[in-house]
């Protein structure tokens, strides 16, 4: 194997594919090989490094030095003054964005990567997810080998009830017992389902994940295949998604290659493929019977339960359906052990959790950081704060679906529980930051225009519901709702959250009832015509000045 | 309400396509939506004759195919642009100034959401999320994904189209 | 059987595992109120009006799906659960027109029923409407009003898997959902079979028979008309029900005298073509048999399955029988041999049929339907229809005379009778064609068998050596299943008998609302009670059918028969008519 003495990484994900990165790759290479470097430099395009707003980004190592906004015409300067010449080029270096900017030399000591702890990520960014041979090199597929070699299907699923893992889709069920369910199931045919059909807005975690390291998906889903015994899994992935797609695609037929699915998997008599499927726009379809209905190819609207998905699912048979994330911390799992999943994060929710972070912060893009840190380490820490000198107001979590917690929470441990109690969901990991520049029942409009669109029509409480939240908010934003509005949309909203059939309908509500008890004064303004910001136009007669 | 909305000749041509497409995915349970992906592929919508076609080559009910088409908002039964802009409303594109970038597109294209062109070139459409919030606002012109916009430079965008 | 023991607003039931909290309900004597469950149907937990409040459930649950474990506490009226069940009919209605009194099911409208059990009194929401403009009229059996529908989807659920149709499905999605035929068409440009089923489970007015009584009152009211009528076999055992009577009443004599109250010239029994029909029908399968004729050979009375093969099975139309329905061969003689011996024109007779049936009303108007030189039949009334002509006459059904049919097309046997439930005209038939083949007389006239509402029901009958195997479906669906047995040449009957409407023609598309299974159970029992109490049983020995034979037809397949009794099919697309 040959040595190289600088390896630079480009970020291939579609944040900087949509800056341009391909072009910077293709310049980097040309570069190198003109300057007969190429046996010494290797370049490689590797997942989502996380700054996506800065891309196309860059690394160089050994060093750990990033570049960011690297247009092509960057890249000769880069070669010649860096890696020819040793010396760094200040102007093109990545700088977190932060109120007091510290001259940040290598990536890695920034806050913006040093509050974080990659296990989900582990490999986005350091290895190229087109190579199968790389992800081996990272232990990838050992998991699976140890599963099949020493593990019996029960210790497989012990192992991940021990670790406390819960899913990261959004509910946080507890995946070991999610398993064992279908584990108990007596059954010819189960399956296992990936939920890659991510559709909360603001949340774009799952997608970087498979482009970044896909075969960490059909690990983890293999391991799931063998510890409930299911021999068939599904990637469901929305249509939108399409280099996510062509990377599975590519993955599983490298791992088909390899033996890593097929029949007699390590030489066990345990076989199991994996199918991509994809969606075609439709919100609801991460529910997982809706998800169930679609990989059937009906529409996706969600089933009623019991029976679950576990006892009865695709086809009517058991079937596991674990989100993306979920599954990239299962080959962790199994390699470390339970005890070591557990020293990360919290009691209750141990492990770590991938956030995008998006809105008004310095620092959009991609992040993972243990259960339990706080909202302002995210958003001051690891998000370096809000841009401009504005003044924070909220933060949505869990995306749209999720609540809006103003100031007040700031402190507030980030992980499944502690969310619920306060009105809001850890959901999908969305993180929504709201400057004051922004009206409130403006972005709550934006939200209902959401679900109302997303709304499957099964259900009475969703299908109506929806849009009378829309209609009604919309009354607000316009300066012509009354006290008796605001009435009926809480009782609305309540009704919906207790009687909707799906997920989609119980939180649909969830924004508009904690912006209503969280800023009241400000949906108070609007009752009497007057918007504190300016954003929403009311009729001129009802301003009140002062 | 249309009385005969299949009533138009088949076309052999496409029809052979569609067959083929059918081929391609027969043997998997639940095809239907891969199948309607590639022959929107193909025609850029979904024409009656080739529901039909589907419906009789996968043994479905035609209302089970109609029904499947207008569920998903990625597939269209009428012919669009040959660009398809969607514009991305949610949350995080909303705080980055996706109306700034609406009120741009309409005024470049001189059409509303739902509207295509007079000459047929664009169509101008409503998305939710499209997962690319790192970049917001964001829109997708039929496959093609561009983040990080202005008013300025979708105009841009679209005058280079 | 494994109970459980839960407890139901304070009140501690036993109740078998597996129930669910509305049955689990009912036991403790608890009426859970709810919109979209149906008895018959796999349609569930939409609706969200059965929701309840279980103690330790993080959301309140459907009643009509959440099974009840051991030691379950339901309070199905606590705040909660009420302020849900009231406001998701509040949302349902916001979104439906208020015209109740013009309404075709008002008073017999599941939605106005349950806002007047909750007491709905106020609206909250600004109303909106689903769909403008939007009345289809355009088949001859049905209209939908896609403005009243609330989208609970029995239609399509009846529609799919009960008949095996799928001509309606829901469309687009969310507040633009609708529930509608094949892309928005208008129905009669579907492959529509006009069964009616979706009458029988739309909970409101949005599907419903096209109305003819009008065009009956005008032709009573006409001087220069000679209008009679026929009523077909599974009327006299639900017109009671229209009438206030309970389910399973037999009204033949009053359902007589009734109808000549109303002004019709005679009353005349379609029992007794039903009784005709065995005699072309066991003798067209006595010559298949004979004669190499395609076989199996498959009844042909019900309308609406001889649309659906049509539609979906026109490579199978000769497995038909080429005898008209019963209705048809009344009315071609109604206006030949009748009007011969009656010595009236028959440009003056109007024949009405009242029928459980809405595909009767296309079936009258098939153009092959003129063989008389008129058309047949003139008019078909539905069950329900004739029920609004007796409640606005005024009449009181309760204390009428029995009175008799007129003579001779009013004439019948038990065998004609049983036509009106699956499985009777199979028996029927068996019943003739066993003595005609064998020319010994049957030791019961009694074919268990095939009687019943199993989906499918088999059958062999010994004639003299020759086995005959016979097969009964009822439900689209269970037909669906035996013509593609047929199609993979493993179906090895030689006769078959087909009915679109689960039960037969008991729960036709026509009947009175509310049609179930429960509801057909107990007319069922009546037909067999009317079969039992006839002094005949047997159509070859109806004597006005041996009168029609010797004085008119000559002979069952002759040339007259030919001519006036027997017809062609159509073969239909499967998207269009």
């Known amino acids: 194997m040959a040595f190289y003495r600088a390896h630079v990484l480009v970020c291939g994900g579609t944040p900087c594919e949509l800056g341009g990165c391909r072009a910077v790759k293709d310049t980097l290479l040309e570069e190198v090989n003109r300057l007969g470097l190429s046996s010494e430099i290797r370049v490689l395009e590797t997942g989502c490094l996380g700054p996506c707003d800065q891309g196309p980004v860059i690394i160089v190592y050994p060093e750990g030095i990033m570049y960011a906004r690297l247009q092509p015409g960057d890249v000769k300067e880069i070669v010649e003054q860096h890696l020819l010449k040793g010396r760094v080029v200040n102007r093109l270096v990545y700088h977190e964005k932060k109120e007091e900017a510290k001259s940040v030399v290598t990536f890695e000591s920034s806050d913006y990567f040093g509050l974080q702890e990659r296990i989900v990520l582990r490999n986005c960014g350091r290895i190229n997810p087109e190579s199968i041979e790389e992800y081996i090199a990272h232990d990838g597929y050992r998991a699976l080998g140890k599963c099949l070699t020493e593990m019996e299907p029960a210790a497989v699923v012990q192992v991940v009830k021990d670790s406390g893992l819960r899913g990261r889709g959004g509910a946080g069920f507890p995946t070991g017992l999610k398993w064992s369910f279908t584990a108990k199931t007596d059954s010819n045919q189960k399956y296992i389902v990936c939920n890659a059909d991510e559709g909360e807005p603001g949340t774009f975690k799952d997608r970087l994940i498979l482009e970044g390291d896909p075969h960490s998906i059909i690990e983890g889903m293999a391991i799931a295949g063998y510890a409930v015994g299911a021999n068939k899994g599904y990637i469901y992935i929305r249509g939108e998604y399409k280099l996510s797609i062509e990377r599975l695609q590519h993955a599983i037929r490298q791992a088909r290659e390899l033996g890593l699915l097929g029949t007699n998997i390590f030489g066990s008599d345990f076989a199991f493929d994996i199918e991509v499927r994809s969606g075609a726009g439709a919100y609801v379809c991460g529910e997982e019977t809706a998800l169930i209905e679609s990989i059937e190819g009906s529409r996706g609207e969600p089933r009623y339960k019991p029976p679950f998905p576990g006892v009865s699912g695709i086809w009517g048979k058991p079937t596991v359906v674990n989100n993306v994330e979920t599954l990239a911390n299962i080959a962790p799992i199994i390699l470390n052990g339970a005890a070591w999943f557990r020293g990360f994060g919290t009691e209750k929710c141990p492990g770590t959790k991938v956030f995008t972070m998006t809105g008004d912060i310095n620092n959009e893009g991609l992040i993972e950081v243990p259960m339990g840190i706080t909202l302002r380490q995210i958003v001051y820490g690891v998000g370096g704060g809000i841009p401009g000198g504005l003044g924070f107001k909220m933060a949505q979590t869990g995306g749209t679906s999720g609540g809006c917690l103003p100031k007040e929470f700031l402190d507030l441990p980030m992980d499944y529980d502690t969310l619920a109690e306060a009105g809001s969901a850890l959901g999908s990991g969305a993180l929504l930051i709201m400057d004051d520049s922004h009206c409130i029942v403006d972005i709550v409009r934006c939200f209902m225009k959401f679900f109302k669109h997303e709304s499957c029509g099964k259900c009475t409480p969703c299908r109506e519901g929806t849009t009378r939240l829309y209609e009604l908010v919309t009354k607000i934003t316009e300066g012509k709702a009354t006290n008796e509005d605001i009435a009926l949309l809480t009782e609305l909203s309540r009704v919906m959250q207790t009687s909707a059939l799906c997920g989609l309908g119980q939180a649909a509500p969830n924004p508009l009832v904690t912006c209503l008890k969280y800023f009241e004064e400000e949906f108070g303004a609007h009752l009497n015509g007057y918007c504190p910001t300016g954003v929403c136009t009311m009729p001129v007669a009802n301003v009140k000045v002062g | 309400m249309p009385a005969e909305k299949y009533s138009s000749t088949p076309n052999s041509g496409l029809l052979s396509d569609i067959d083929d497409i059918i081929r391609k995915h027969q043997n998997r349970d639940g095809a239907l939506i891969d199948v309607l992906h590639d022959v929107q592929a193909l025609y850029g919508y979904l024409p009656e004759q080739a529901m039909k076609r589907i419906a009789e080559g996968l043994s479905l009910p035609l209302s089970k195919v109609y029904g499947v088409a207008t569920f998903y908002s990625l597939f269209t039964l009428e012919p669009k642009g040959q660009y398809v802009i969607r514009l991305c409303e949610s949350a995080p594109c909303h705080i980055r100034g996706a109306v700034q970038v609406l009120s741009a597109i309409e005024e470049e294209l001189k059409i509303k959401p739902g509207e295509t062109t007079p000459d047929s070139k664009f169509t101008l459409e409503f998305t939710s999320c499209l997962g690319v919030c790192g970049v917001a606002p964001a829109i997708m012109i039929n496959d093609q994904v561009y983040g990080n916009l202005t008013p300025e430079k979708v105009k841009e965008i679209l005058r280079s189209l | 059987m494994e109970t459980v023991r839960v407890t139901i607003d304070g009140q501690e039931v036993e109740v078998p595992s597996g129930s669910t909290i509305l049955e689990a309900a009912r036991i403790a004597g608890v009426d859970i109120p709810t919109l979209c469950y149906h008895p018959d149907l796999d349609v569930k937990a939409m609706c969200r009006v059965c929701v309840v409040e279980v103690v330790g459930a993080r959301t309140l649950q459907a009643a009509c799906t959440q099974p009840v474990s051991e030691g379950m506490i339901v309070k199905t009226s606590s705040p909660l659960a009420r302020e849900a069940r009231r406001m998701n009919v509040e949302l349902i209605l916001s979104n439906h027109p208020q015209d109740c009194l013009n309404c075709i099911r008002n008073q017999k409208c599941e939605l106005q029923t349950l806002a007047e059990k909750l007491g709905i009194r106020e609206q909250r929401f600004e109303r909106r409407s689903r769909t403008k403009n939007n009345l289809d009229i355009s088949s001859p059996s049905l209209v939908r009003d896609m403005e009243k529908c609330i989208l609970c989807r029995r239609c399509v659920a009846v529609c799919q898997q009960v008949q095996g149709v799928s001509a309606l499905g829901p469309i687009n999605r969310g507040i633009d959902t609708i529930v509608a035929p094949v892309g928005g068409c ?45 009523t077909a076999p599974a009327i006299r055992v639900a017109i009671g029900e229209e009438m206030g009577l309970e389910p399973g009443a037999l009204v033949t004599g009053k ?25 072309e029908e066991g003798h067209e399968l006595i010559h298949r048999l004979q004669n190499g004729g395609t076989l199996p050979m498959i009844t042909s009375c019900s ?153 499918i029901k088999e059958a062999t009958i010994d004639l003299d050596g020759q086995k005959v195997k016979v097969a009964v479906a009822h439900g689209l669906a269970n037909a669906k299943k035996i013509l593609e047995l047929i199609k993979e040449g493993k179906a090895d009957y030689q006769f078959i008998e087909v009915m679109s409407c689960p039960g037969g023609c008991i729960g036709g598309g026509g009947q009175p609302i509310p049609t179930n299974k429960e509801v057909i159970k107990k007319r069922l029992a009546a037909i067999y009670d009317a079969d039992k109490g006839m002094k005949l049983r047997k159509s070859h020995e109806n004597p006005a059918v041996k009168a029609l034979y010797e004085e008119f037809l000559g002979k069952p397949l002759g040339e007259k028969s030919h001519h006036l009794l027997h017809t062609h099919y159509v073969k239909r697309g499967k998207y269009k008519i």
């Open chain 3, 255 to 279: 359902l007589v005298a009734v109808l000549r109250r109303l002004g019709f010239d005679k009353v005349f029994d379609t029992d007794f073509s039903a009784d005709l029909t065995i005699m």
């Open chain 3, 186 to 230: 208008e129905l009669n440009s579907v492959a529509c079979t006009l069964c009616g089923q979706c009458v029988h489970v739309c909970p409101v007015g949005a599907i419903y028979e096209k109305d003819d009584t009008q065009k009956v009152w005008s032709a009573l009211a006409d001087p220069t008309k000679h209008v009679v009528v026929q």
């Open chain 3, 303 to 455: 309308p609406g399955w001889i649309k659906f093969i049509e539609h979906f099975y026109p490579e199978l139309l000769d497995h038909l029988s080429t005898c008209k329905s019963p209705q048809q061969m009344f009315g071609a003689l109604a206006k030949t041999y009748y009007a011969q011996k009656a010595g009236i024109d028959p440009k003056d007779i109007f024949v009405v049929s009242i029928m459980p049936c809405t595909a009767k009303k296309f079936e009258c108007g098939r153009e092959e339907m003129t063989d008389s030189g008129y058309p047949d039949v003139d008019v078909v009334l539905t069950t329900r229809e004739l029920g609004r002509m007796l409640r606005e006459a005024g009449i009181n059904f309760a204390t009428l005379p029995e009175e008799e049919f007129d003579a001779p097309l009013g004439i019948s046997t038990g065998a004609g009778v049983i036509f009106g439930a699956t499985g009777g005209v199979m028996e029927a038939a068996l019943r003739t064609v066993y003595e005609v083949v064998t020319g010994k007389e049957l030791p019961s006239v009694d074919f268990t068998e095939v009687r019943g509402l199993e989906g």
